[in-house]
């Protein structure tokens, strides 16, 4: 009888684990798990690239890009082309968030790093000072006339940041803005060796036409909070007539049909003469 109960009690013994490995084998919960902490200078990084307005950077560059590789660019001056107006919507996107860091602060907007304080005013000025540096000299390898008309462009959508953007004519930079962007296109070439010639009437115009829909179509989304911030431009203007739904839908057609002009244009009459 002892020496049954000595063998259960060393059975027993056997299947209990020490108190070492009682805590590896407790379950983890979510208190209890440790949040991965990336360095500040990463995290700063990744704001950076957050408040350039990432989207609208890879669709401008992009589209830009595209118009140059279809006008027969060589495949070096289409990655310029990418380049610089990566660098001008950087700088443009960074500048905005700038201006509108107090309206994003009253308004709670967790998705601008500004506004939630993981990006300080100075280190976003020290990014547009180190982007127009580096803007410098990229925009003048296309040729000084078509870095002329880049800058000028950019220069343009700046001011529109700062007078216009709230009231009638907050259409008025974006038009003018575009229609630059024939210019720096029929202007370029790598080094500058290409002297280029003016766009058609056509093309400019309808790169005109092209700001006001992508201005119409990118201030949809915050129409209910341009109007709490006394905002009332154009489109905000338009959707109190119409609806913002019925001004969706219009915005998207008219962009189509100019999109579509566009492509019509290039292939008969071309982008210059």
Request: glycine letters at 10%; a neutral charge.
């Given at each position: 009888?002892?020496?049954?109960?000595?063998?259960?009690?060393?059975?027993?013994?056997?299947?209990?684990?020490?108190?070492d490995?009682?805590?590896?084998?407790?379950?983890?919960?979510?208190?209890?798990?440790?949040?991965?902490?990336?360095?500040g200078?990463?995290?700063?990084?990744?704001?950076?690239?957050?408040?350039?307005?990432p989207?609208?950077?890879v669709?401008t560059?992009?589209?830009?890009?595209?118009?140059?590789?279809?006008?027969?660019?060589?495949?070096?001056?289409v990655?310029?082309?990418a380049?610089?107006?990566?660098?001008?919507?950087?700088?443009?996107?960074?500048?905005?968030?700038i201006?509108?860091?107090?309206?994003?602060?009253?308004?709670?907007?967790?998705?601008k790093?500004?506004a939630?304080?993981?990006?300080?005013p100075?280190?976003?000025?020290?990014?547009?000072?180190?982007?127009?540096?580096?803007?410098?000299?990229v925009?003048?390898?296309?040729?000084?006339?078509?870095?002329?008309?880049?800058?000028?462009?950019?220069?343009?959508?700046?001011?529109?940041n700062?007078v216009?953007?709230?009231g009638v004519?907050?259409?008025l930079?974006?038009?003018?803005?575009?229609?630059?962007?024939?210019?720096f296109?029929?202007?370029?070439g790598?080094?500058?060796?290409?002297q280029?010639?003016?766009p058609?009437?056509?093309?400019?115009?309808?790169?005109?036409?092209?700001?006001?829909?992508?201005?119409v179509?990118?201030?949809?989304?915050?129409?209910?909070?341009?109007?709490?911030?006394?905002?009332?431009?154009?489109?905000?203007?338009?959707?109190?007539?119409?609806?913002?739904?019925?001004?969706?839908?219009?915005a998207?057609?008219?962009?189509?049909?100019?999109?579509?002009?566009?492509?019509?244009?290039?292939?008969?009459?071309?982008?210059?003469?």
């Open positions: 009888m002892a020496a049954t109960t000595e063998a259960e009690t060393h059975e027993r013994s056997d299947d209990t684990p020490d108190d490995s009682t805590p590896a084998a407790a379950p983890e919960t979510g208190a209890g798990r440790r949040r991965l902490r990336l360095p200078g990463v995290r700063r990084a990744l704001a950076l690239v957050v408040a350039a307005h989207r609208q950077l669709v560059a992009g589209a830009v890009a595209l118009a140059a590789f279809v006008g027969g660019r060589p495949m070096s001056e990655g310029l082309v380049l610089t107006v990566a660098l001008g919507q950087a700088i443009l996107g960074w500048h905005n968030d201006v509108d860091r107090q309206v994003d602060t009253a308004a709670g907007r967790t998705d790093p500004l939630t304080g993981v990006l300080e100075g280190t976003v000025w020290f990014a547009i000072a180190t982007a127009t540096l580096a803007l410098v000299p925009a003048v390898a296309n040729g000084l006339v078509a870095a002329a008309a880049y800058v000028v462009g950019l220069g343009i959508a700046l001011v529109g700062l216009l953007r709230g004519l907050s259409w930079p974006w038009a003018l803005s575009f229609a630059t962007y024939p210019v296109l029929s202007y370029g790598l080094g500058g060796q290409h280029g010639e003016p058609v009437v056509e093309m400019v115009a309808l790169a005109a036409l092209l700001g006001v829909c992508v201005h179509l990118r201030a949809l989304p915050g129409l209910v909070q341009d109007n709490r911030d006394g905002r009332r431009h154009l489109p905000l203007r338009v959707a109190v007539r119409t609806g913002a739904t019925r001004l969706l839908l219009l998207s057609v008219a962009t189509a049909a100019v999109l579509a002009g566009i492509a019509i244009t290039a292939a008969t009459v071309g982008l210059t003469r």
